[in-house]
């Protein structure tokens, strides 16, 4: 089985290619995530909001 984590080791997030809005870091991994910078709170990337929902719904 691999053990690599699901998110690498922190870097900073890419300006997007697109010419769009800059995009906010992932507060775990530091990956680009679907939110603008301008967003309050927390933001998580897709694949830690996954894992932390699945942490939330399992403790008790």
Same mark, same amino acid.
């Given at each position: 089985?691999?053990?690599?984590?699901? /998110?690498?080791? =922190?870097?900073?997030? #890419?300006?997007?290619?697109? %010419?769009?809005?800059?995009?906010?870091? $992932?507060?775990? /991994?530091?990956? =680009?995530?679907?939110? #603008?910078?301008?967003?309050? %709170?927390?933001?998580?990337?897709?694949? $830690?909001?996954?894992?932390?929902?699945?942490?939330?719904?399992?403790?008790?």
């Amino acid at each position: 089985m691999d053990d690599a984590p699901y /998110c690498d080791t =922190p870097e900073r997030a #890419p300006a997007p290619a697109d %010419g769009g809005p800059p995009y906010a870091e $992932c507060v775990l /991994c530091r990956k =680009p995530t679907e939110y #603008p910078e301008s967003t309050k %709170g927390s933001t998580l990337c897709p694949v $830690c909001a996954w894992q932390e929902a699945g942490r939330t719904a399992c403790s008790g």
